[in-house]
């Protein structure tokens, strides 16, 4: 299927705004803008055309690729008055295989009006969005007229990005009441009840983590990346590299990375910084040997100057990468939180997706890093994985409230380019069943005394839905908070690995990737650290 987006009032760039959120109501479907005009009236005006017709001049071979060819048409009248949204969707189904067959097909529309006493009361609420106020309306717009095609609105409403907790910091900082703030959550970007409630809880927890953040700018978290796996999951993206070739890739990588932990530990002395975070991502870190992880976090903790209690995470999350023998050399290391991520609590399922282990792997690792006391177990969990629905899903939570963790985090499937199920023509099929599968998750989780601390959403996410850390009180992880919430520097170490460096005037960010080829990395982390270090300087100059 395809949709196309046009308007007679946007430009081009305004229009785009509304792409995503087209995409969450046809996760399926090519969305994208209509062609710009080339035929021009006596005024050298682009001619608009019969928004039936669009895409259908085009070679057969252009619209046949496509069964159906939606038109969404919204124009925005602001602002100008009277102030109005209007607009319209035209459907056209292709029954035949030719081009002239298609133009006689079937026609299913919809239309929509916000007159102008809406529109006022729509903007009378609090708005504390980046984008213009004519990018909203159209937004607005979108979610008036599309749930009258697709049959569902998105529980986020307009919301299409990662971090939906930052429009409620905004809100607050602002210094609107929490009413206020709800409110404006749910008249202005259509944020469905519950999840304006989850985004307050969250925030709410949040709030102490991040006024230390803010007021201690010298403070940073420390990422380090291991983009080295056993096997890759079927519905990872993530840049990993097997070692079914030998261990020579991973050496030479080990050794680049420990020149960059070096350097940038100096920098970072003779700048004034210290780690308050550490997290060992990948990736598998604990793919590494023993005494190869243990050697990488004594470098860690001896070159990165840092002040008080570190938090100092590893992503243990394949246990067939762990023994006792690492597990005990993790926590002698300082090591205070361990990841262990089953996904699932399903054989079947974990051979489906390409996880070499078993859930009786699991259950012993667990219990032998659970013998070790002094550190937090996180696990890691997916909502819809293949063959994956209700009933499995409280089998899974049933086996992980008797292993009692002290975090759990939960990920909606998201079926990204460059999975082996993206490749493989993959889609998420379950429905209105996700949200029953959440709603299960949610109940599990207050029920094992955790509450949900951050969240975050993503490209292709099932249902529209988010991923959600839970903790017990006292239990969060920093650098996720940090990280997720972007108020505090990150700087990542290592193969694909991003650092983000905060202005503290408006904590606007300054980005900076590595690459994610491991031989590339090695040739170019110096010319990163370069800019690393001016970013810093320019944000505090």
């Given at each position: 299927?395809?949709?196309?987006?046009?308007?007679?009032?946007l430009?081009?760039?305004?229009?785009?705004a509304?792409l995503?959120?087209?995409r969450?109501?046809?996760?399926?479907?090519q969305v994208?803008?209509e062609?710009e005009?080339?035929d021009?009236?006596?005024d050298g005006k682009?001619?608009?055309?019969?928004?039936?017709?669009?895409d259908?001049?085009?070679?057969?071979t252009?619209?046949?690729?496509h069964?159906?060819?939606?038109?969404v048409?919204?124009d925005?009248?602001?602002?100008?008055?009277?102030?109005r949204?209007?607009?319209?969707?035209?459907?056209?189904?292709a029954?035949h295989?030719?081009?002239?067959?298609?133009?006689?097909?079937?026609v299913?529309?919809?239309?929509?009006?916000?007159?102008?006493d809406?529109?006022?009361?729509?903007?009378?609420?609090?708005?504390?969005?980046?984008?213009?106020?004519r990018k909203?309306?159209?937004?607005r717009g979108l979610?008036?007229l599309?749930?009258?095609v697709?049959?569902?609105?998105?529980?986020w409403?307009?919301?299409?990005?990662?971090?939906p907790?930052?429009?409620?910091?905004?809100l607050?900082d602002?210094?609107?009441?929490a009413?206020e703030?709800n409110?404006s959550?749910?008249?202005?970007?259509?944020?469905?009840e519950?999840?304006?409630?989850?985004?307050?809880?969250v925030?709410?927890?949040q709030?102490?983590?991040?006024?230390?953040m803010r007021?201690?700018?010298?403070?940073?978290?420390?990422?380090?990346?291991?983009?080295?796996?056993?096997?890759r999951?079927?519905?990872?993206?993530?840049?990993?590299?097997?070692l079914?070739q030998?261990r020579?890739?991973?050496?030479?990588?080990?050794?680049?990375l420990g020149?960059?932990?070096?350097?940038t530990?100096?920098?970072?002395s003779?700048s004034?910084?210290?780690?308050?975070?550490i997290?060992?991502?990948?990736g598998?870190?604990t793919?590494?040997?023993t005494?190869?992880?243990?050697?990488?976090?004594?470098l860690?903790?001896?070159?990165?100057?840092?002040?008080g209690?570190?938090e100092?995470?590893v992503?243990?999350?394949?246990p067939?990468?762990?023994?006792?023998e690492k597990?005990?050399?993790?926590?002698?290391?300082?090591?205070n939180r361990?990841?262990?991520?089953?996904q699932t609590?399903?054989?079947?399922?974990?051979?489906r997706i390409?996880?070499?282990?078993?859930?009786?792997?699991?259950?012993k690792?667990?219990q032998l890093?659970?013998?070790?006391?002094?550190?937090?177990?996180?696990?890691?969990?997916?909502?819809g994985?293949?063959?994956e629905?209700?009933?499995?899903?409280?089998?899974?939570?049933?086996?992980?409230?008797?292993?009692?963790?002290?975090?759990l985090?939960?990920?909606?499937l998201s079926i990204k380019?460059?999975?082996?199920?993206?490749?493989?023509?993959s889609?998420?099929?379950?429905?209105?069943?996700?949200?029953?599968?959440?709603?299960?998750?949610?109940?599990?989780?207050?029920?094992?005394?955790?509450?949900?601390y951050?969240?975050?959403?993503?490209?292709?996410i099932?249902?529209?839905l988010?991923n959600?850390?839970f903790a017990?009180?006292g239990?969060?992880c920093?650098?996720?908070i940090?990280?997720?919430e972007?108020?505090?520097t990150?700087?990542?170490?290592?193969?694909g690995?991003s650092?983000?460096i905060?202005?503290?005037?408006?904590?606007?960010?300054?980005n900076i990737h590595h690459?994610?080829?491991?031989?590339?990395?090695?040739?170019?982390?110096?010319e990163m650290?370069g800019?690393?270090?001016?970013?810093?300087?320019?944000?505090?100059n």
């Amino acid at each position: 299927m395809k949709i196309i987006l046009k308007s007679n009032t946007l430009s081009r760039s305004e229009l785009a705004a509304g792409l995503s959120l087209s995409r969450a109501f046809f996760p399926h479907a090519q969305v994208e803008l209509e062609e710009e005009s080339t035929d021009k009236g006596e005024d050298g005006k682009p001619i608009e055309k019969d928004p039936k017709d669009v895409d259908l001049n085009q070679s057969d071979t252009t619209a046949v690729a496509h069964d159906e060819i939606g038109i969404v048409h919204i124009d925005i009248h602001y602002p100008e008055t009277p102030s109005r949204i209007e607009g319209y969707f035209s459907l056209q189904e292709a029954h035949h295989e030719t081009a002239e067959d298609i133009k006689e097909a079937d026609v299913k529309e919809a239309a929509f009006e916000v007159d102008e006493d809406e529109v006022k009361a729509l903007l009378a609420h609090p708005y504390v969005g980046k984008e213009s106020l004519r990018k909203l309306l159209l937004k607005r717009g979108l979610l008036a007229l599309l749930p009258q095609v697709a049959g569902h609105t998105p529980p986020w409403g307009i919301l299409t990005g990662i971090r939906p907790s930052k429009i409620l910091h905004r809100l607050q900082d602002a210094g609107y009441t929490a009413e206020e703030s709800n409110r404006s959550l749910r008249e202005v970007y259509g944020v469905r009840e519950d999840k304006a409630q989850l985004l307050q809880k969250v925030v709410s927890l949040q709030q102490p983590y991040l006024n230390f953040m803010r007021t201690h700018l010298n403070h940073v978290a420390i990422y380090v990346g291991i983009p080295f796996c056993p096997t890759r999951c079927s519905y990872c993206s993530f840049p990993a590299y097997s070692l079914k070739q030998g261990r020579e890739t991973l050496e030479r990588y080990l050794q680049g990375l420990g020149e960059e932990i070096r350097t940038t530990g100096a920098w970072m002395s003779a700048s004034g910084l210290v780690a308050d975070s550490i997290y060992l991502g990948g990736g598998t870190p604990t793919i590494l040997t023993t005494s190869e992880i243990s050697a990488l976090i004594a470098l860690v903790r001896k070159a990165v100057p840092t002040e008080g209690v570190v938090e100092l995470t590893v992503e243990a999350g394949r246990p067939d990468t762990l023994s006792q023998e690492k597990l005990l050399a993790l926590r002698e290391c300082g090591v205070n939180r361990l990841s262990i991520n089953p996904q699932t609590m399903h054989d079947r399922t974990l051979q489906r997706i390409g996880r070499a282990h078993t859930v009786d792997d699991i259950l012993k690792v667990y219990q032998l890093a659970r013998e070790i006391p002094g550190w937090v177990i996180n696990m890691d969990l997916i909502m819809g994985l293949p063959g994956e629905g209700v009933k499995d899903i409280k089998e899974t939570l049933g086996q992980i409230k008797l292993l009692g963790p002290d975090n759990l985090t939960v990920h909606a499937l998201s079926i990204k380019r460059g999975s082996k199920e993206r490749e493989q023509g993959s889609t998420q099929n379950l429905g209105g069943e996700l949200e029953t599968i959440q709603q299960v998750v949610m109940t599990s989780a207050r029920s094992m005394g955790m509450l949900p601390y951050y969240l975050y959403r993503q490209k292709y996410i099932a249902g529209n839905l988010e991923n959600i850390g839970f903790a017990k009180p006292g239990l969060e992880c920093r650098y996720n908070i940090g990280i997720m919430e972007e108020q505090q520097t990150v700087i990542g170490l290592g193969a694909g690995a991003s650092s983000k460096i905060i202005n503290p005037k408006d904590f606007s960010l300054i980005n900076i990737h590595h690459p994610s080829d491991w031989q590339a990395y090695l040739h170019r982390w110096q010319e990163m650290q370069g800019r690393r270090e001016e970013a810093w300087n320019q944000v505090r100059n």
